[in-house]
Nanobody, 120 residues
């Protein structure tokens, strides 16, 4: 019913930058909060950043000052600008959206992930 597709991942050298995008499509009445998570091999998925519909942002301490989350409500898209990348940022990055459907029900949706690899 709702699909999220991440793009923009790739291989970059330490200190470089990448910009991730994640548009949502399908049966959507309204998207509330959106966010980014990441998962490295052998580790649990961790929260990276989130943004409310009104634009308030929060970041994990590990990325604060380096990453910027933003959104375009008209395009149903969330972005993650990643600067000053470090090898420890290497992970599969997933986007998330909390969607309000007709009927007043909420449901969280996830993309399938995009690989980010940072070489030292």
């Amino acid at each position: 019913q709702v699909q999220l597709v991440e793009s923009g991942g790739g291989l970059v050298q330490a200190g470089g930058s990448l910009r991730l995008s994640c548009p949502a499509s399908g049966s959507i009445f309204r998207i509330d909060a959106m966010g980014w998570y990441r998962q490295a091999p052998g580790k649990q998925r961790e929260w990276v950043a989130s943004i409310t519909r009104g634009g308030s942002t929060n970041y994990a301490d590990s990325v604060k000052g380096r990453f910027t989350i933003s959104r375009d409500n008209a395009k149903n898209t969330v972005y993650l600008q990643m600067n000053s990348l470090k090898p420890e940022d290497t992970a599969v990055y997933y986007c998330n959206a909390r969607v309000l459907h007709n009927g007043g029900t909420y449901r969280d949706y996830w993309g399938q992930g995009t690989q980010v690899t940072v070489s030292s």
